[in-house]
């Protein structure tokens, strides 16, 4: 088994509500809100206007710069293209289309005559036409990840970790689809011209593991699987390739910067349907799980759709439900409102009732640190507190707070209930606006000599 | 169906769990890890050993309730942590120690060294050992007689004038014949603590070591610090002793004493030890170094409350200089870096 990341929590894993239901599929929503972004990147622009009729997998939203497009899931007919909220907090442009139940597939969605001939260049070309971005919820776009990574990248790694607690969308796909997956890691080891791909899974899955090593042995695929000891966060993609290779990614780094590369599970899925069906993303599988579910269940449906459909599938929330979360009990966003749609990224829903958050009224450091050893990426969260909530800047800087990848760990395992985590977004803002506030300070300093110059001569 | 419009929703930073464990947990833990060493007290001591902890709990918690509520600042007593001080302060202190003179260590201990630097986990001094330091600065006679529990049991004793005292295993090492200690307790003896005089809850080794290993197992304290503590104590008697043969002069030092009580309850606190776990091996190696330099070249018999103060205010300078290698930057970089 391959040895742990350093730090990392162990938290309840709570995927046994939902680990042994079949994903089931939602009831066609009445309407969708596809908001224009849903990726690492600017925002897409909408290529549709009110009252146009759109089919499934049309385009509806071309990206620019680093972006992916993105395409209707549903057919139907345009109702409005307006801000709405979204799960990334407040409101973005979003086309909302009003769903005709006729499924039509649109012209632009055409499989490949022969998915296997296809050149690197034309898979690449496709991924990047289907909107693939990483599904795990970082959503970076993953042609971009893929064309960046060709020629430096010799360790292609499918994220099948799942650390998040509650989550348990991979491990169905992993038992429902694994010749998904597997076709997905074998055309990824194709464009990286890698001879082996390695799907790393946290060993609270074992029956997931079983089902792709079945189909890696019916299909002599190029793929391993490889078990890992369960510790959070291993499925971040620098804590997971150093559990798998031992290598760390350096400070502000990529992975592929130590030759590594890294797919969520239904991000490969997902690569696998484009290539061979031509399908872009157009569908999502959520876990709609939580102490104020009253019916756990996994779930896929049209991205877009509506928070609440899927809380209604799941027969409501309880009485007395504090919070709704878009993602992971670690790192997903509270919303305030359940009017928000699915987004490519969005792995999960939760509504808590009971006493998860265990907030207490004066949290006081102990100095225990707990913190220290919990942080995967090495910081001291105690003293970085400290600098943050007294607005030291060069100190924040000192102890690497930029480095934070805002994993939840050492708010976590904190017994005083510091309110690190949020206090280190604070701080990160307070780094950004300095180092801004500078910039502008130093060009209007060079701006001021020039002229100064010009006079005297 | 639902009406998700009327939903009162909280949006609040991740993560939206928390472990179990809590500053009240872990003090509990304490407690409890305490509780072996407490019970061979009032074994070997008698009643007494109970009432005078007692008292001191009381009287920590009563300063801490007083001196948040004078100030005006929220009440702080449920998290225990005074109830560890306490505890740990009677530990230091002899039993036959009058009430009152208990008392005064608690205020010491809690407003002064504790609330008057903000409270829990802002002190830079283990509350406990420097209220035990003012005790014995002001009240050095008290403190420095210990009752003999072999001839009786201070449960029994009215007033200080009818008891019974004696030199402690480390005074006879100091001062008098390594050979008259051997004959009068056995290593037996020592360890677990049966007939030794000495400050309440340091004489059993053994309980300490129960204890000690239940915070290790329950993941309250790492076993960086007390490992390296004994670990340096035992070397340095282990080649240097003063009397008799290594082996037996270093397990008479590690046992007698307030090593071990040092060692896995004072040392270990965590407003007073470094926070990474580099930081607490290198923290335990300087205590141990400190406690036998005191032993042997001090004019006290015992080094173990003074060792741990000493390095109390080295730890800021410790927590600078073993900050963890930030992620990503592996030993070849730093050594580049260092060329340029």
């Known amino acids: 088994m391959a040895q742990a990341f350093f730090g990392g929590v162990h938290p309840h894993d709570m995927k046994a509500a939902t680990n042994e239901k079949a994903i089931e599929q939602l009831a066609p929503p009445a309407e969708v809100v596809i908001p224009m972004s849903m990726h690492f990147g600017a925002p897409c622009t909408p290529l549709v206007k009110v009252g146009d009729h759109v089919k499934v997998g049309q385009k509806i939203g071309e990206f620019r710069g680093l972006g992916a497009p993105i395409h209707a899931s549903v057919s139907g007919t345009v109702k409005a293209v307006e801000p709405r909220p979204y799960s990334m907090g407040g409101n973005m442009t979003s086309v909302i289309i009003e769903n005709d139940f006729q499924d039509e597939l649109s012209e632009e969605v055409q499989a490949p005559a022969d998915p296997d001939a296809l050149t690197v260049d034309e898979m690449v070309e496709i991924v990047k036409n289907a909107g693939i971005v990483g599904m795990g919820g970082a959503t970076f776009p993953t042609h971009v990840k893929i064309s960046g990574g060709i020629g430096k990248v010799d360790t292609v790694i499918i994220n099948g970790a799942e650390c998040e607690p509650y989550i348990t969308g991979d491990h169905r796909t992993m038992l429902e689809r694994p010749e998904e997956i597997i076709g997905g890691a074998t055309y990824l080891a194709k464009m990286f011209g890698v001879d082996k791909v390695i799907i790393g899974v946290e060993d609270n899955k074992k029956n997931g593991i079983d089902a792709m090593n079945q189909v890696i042995a019916e299909k002599k695929a190029p793929v391993v699987v490889e078990a890992l000891r369960c510790r959070y966060p291993q499925g971040g993609e620098k804590q997971l390739c150093q559990a798998i290779t031992g290598k760390q990614v350096p400070p502000g780094g990529l992975p592929s910067n130590i030759g590594c590369a890294v797919f969520n599970i239904n991000t490969t899925c997902a690569i696998f349907r484009a290539i061979t069906e031509g399908m872009p993303v157009v569908r999502k599988i959520v876990t709609v799980s939580g102490s104020g579910i009253i019916e756990p269940k996994n779930i896929e449906c049209p991205i877009g759709t509506p928070v609440s459909c899927l809380l209604d599938a799941c027969g409501g929330v309880k009485d007395g439900t504090y919070k709704l979360i878009a993602g992971g009990p670690m790192m997903g966003m509270a919303q305030y409102t359940a009017d928000i749609p699915v987004a490519k990224g969005t792995g999960a829903i939760l509504a808590f009732c009971e006493n998860e958050e265990q907030t207490v009224e004066h949290p006081q450091c102990i100095r225990c640190g707990k913190c220290v050893s919990a942080c995967p990426v090495h910081l001291e969260p105690l003293f970085m507190y400290q600098y943050a909530s007294k607005g030291m800047v060069d100190e924040l800087n000192g102890a690497h707070i930029m480095d934070c990848m805002e994993c939840g760990a050492c708010s976590y395992v904190c017994p005083a209930r510091m309110h690190l985590t949020h206090m280190f977004k604070t701080g990160k803002q307070l780094v950004k606006n300095k180092a801004a506030a500078d910039k502008a300070a130093a060009e209007a300093k060079k701006a001021a000599e020039e002229k100064k110059e010009a006079v005297n001569k | ?340």
């Open chain 2, 1 to 340: 169906m639902t009406d998700y419009k009327n939903l009162k929703l909280i949006a609040t930073s991740n993560p939206h769990i928390r472990s179990n464990e809590t500053t009240r947990s872990i003090m509990l833990d304490v407690i409890i890890a305490m509780l072996p060493a407490l019970a061979f007290a009032i074994f070997n001591f008698g009643l007494r050993a109970l009432t005078l902890t007692a008292v001191s709990v009381v009287g920590c918690v009563f300063w801490e309730w007083l001196y948040r509520k004078l100030m005006k600042k929220p009440q702080s007593i449920g998290d225990l942590s005074s109830v560890v001080t306490g505890m740990l302060l009677a530990f230091v202190c002899p039993v036959q120690m009058p009430y009152w003179m208990i008392i005064i260590g608690d205020f010491f201990a809690i407003v002064v060294v504790k609330q008057l630097f903000g409270g829990i986990g802002k002190n830079f001094l283990n509350p406990a050992l420097a209220g035990r330091a003012v005790l014995l600065a002001s009240y050095a006679g008290t403190m420095t007689s210990w009752v003999d529990p072999a001839v009786n049991k201070a449960a029994i004793i009215g007033s200080n004038a009818d008891i019974v005292t004696t030199a402690t295993p480390l005074a006879i090492m100091k001062t008098g014949d390594f050979a008259e200690l051997l004959s009068a307790h056995s290593v037996g003896s020592m360890f677990v603590g049966t007939g030794i005089p000495g400050s309440l809850g340091e004489v059993s080794a053994l309980a300490l070591l129960i204890g000690g290993v239940y915070l290790i197992w329950r993941k309250v304290i790492n076993w960086q610090t007390p490992v390296a503590y004994i670990a340096t104590v035992a070397v340095l008697t282990f080649l240097f002793p003063k009397q008799g043969s290594g082996l037996e002069w270093m397990l008479y030092s590690i046992f007698g004493g307030g090593l071990f009580l040092g060692a896995f309850f004072m040392a270990t606190d965590y407003a007073t030890s470094p926070v990474t776990k580099k930081g607490q091996l290198i923290f335990g190696i300087g205590c141990g170094l400190f406690t036998v330099l005191i032993r042997y070249f001090g004019s006290y018999n015992e080094g173990v409350c003074y060792s741990i103060m000493v390095m109390n205010l080295f730890v800021a300078l410790i927590d600078k200089y073993t900050k963890p290698t930030r992620f990503g930057v592996v030993k070849s970089d730093k050594k580049e870096a260092a060329a340029k």
